[in-house]
């Protein structure tokens, strides 16, 4: 059974960077095809694609964040982190990861509960 | 710049009624990375359609998705209270490889 849970800090000041940690389990991020993607929902708002790191190292973000977005992995912790800098108050919100299914068309099958941060000085 | 834009933006109907929920994307897009979700209030979201027309595992058939190029369709039948919620549409664009997602349809009991 595949599951992920986003952890990191609830409250961050404004300037700071924001780092999530997305832990899986169910499977090893190895096999091909399979990734992690990361997706965060402003209060009240719709869902934004925000990166997606794949089996092989490659890593891809949204060209709209690209020059603050960083994500990174943890091959013996089961780990994918999400590294946001420079934050401000439009970067309130909950944030997700999920697994990107490469049996089901690379689909974002499977999500975690997400994680509310607010950027508040 | 591609767009998904959804229709209705609220839906109002009573349990047992059917829904007809639309996603159009701005330009032609593959039908093999079209997905729907639903999500509840404080939950994350759950797949529902995958490849425009496939059921995620456990999904009733009650769901069905339709389309090709820009125009998508999810229609529930027989709605049940647990389906009020809102839903997206989702796209994986391959050039330059990202995700964009609908701006939802919200699914209200009338």
């Known amino acids: 059974q595949i599951t992920l849970k986003e952890s990191g800090p609830t409250l961050v000041k404004p300037t700071q960077t924001l780092t999530l940690t997305c832990t899986f389990s169910?499977?090893?991020?190895?096999?091909?095809?399979?990734?992690v993607g990361w997706i965060r929902q402003s209060p009240g708002k719709a869902l934004e694609w925000l990166a997606l790191m794949y089996w092989d190292d490659e890593k891809r973000y949204s060209p709209s964040l690209e020059n603050r977005l960083t994500v990174t992995r943890d091959t013996s912790k089961n780990q994918v982190v999400l590294t946001l800098t420079n934050v401000d108050h439009v970067d309130t919100g909950t944030y997700f990861c999920?697994?990107?299914?490469?049996?089901?068309?690379?689909?974002?099958?499977?999500w975690g509960p997400g994680t509310m941060v607010t950027v508040s000085s | 710049e591609i767009v998904l834009a959804q229709s209705p933006g609220t839906l109002s109907l009573s349990p047992g009624e059917s829904a007809t929920l639309s996603c159009r994307a701005s330009q032609s897009v593959s039908s093999s990375y079209l997905a729907w979700y639903h999500q509840k209030p404080g939950q994350a979201p759950r797949l529902l359609i995958y490849?425009?027309?496939r059921r995620a595992t456990g999904i009733p058939d009650r769901f069905s998705g339709s389309g090709s190029g820009t125009d998508f369709t999810l229609t529930i039948s027989r709605l049940e209270p647990e389906d009020f919620a809102v839903y997206y549409c989702?796209?994986?664009?391959?050039?330059?490889?990202?995700?964009?997602f609908g701006q939802g349809t919200r699914l209200e009991i009338k």
């Open positions: 490849g425009a027309s």
């Open positions: 989702h796209q994986y664009l391959s050039s330059p490889p990202r995700h964009i």
């Open positions: 169910g499977f090893s991020l190895d096999n091909g095809g399979e990734g």
């Open positions: 999920a697994y990107r299914d490469p049996w089901q068309l690379g689909t974002l099958t499977i």
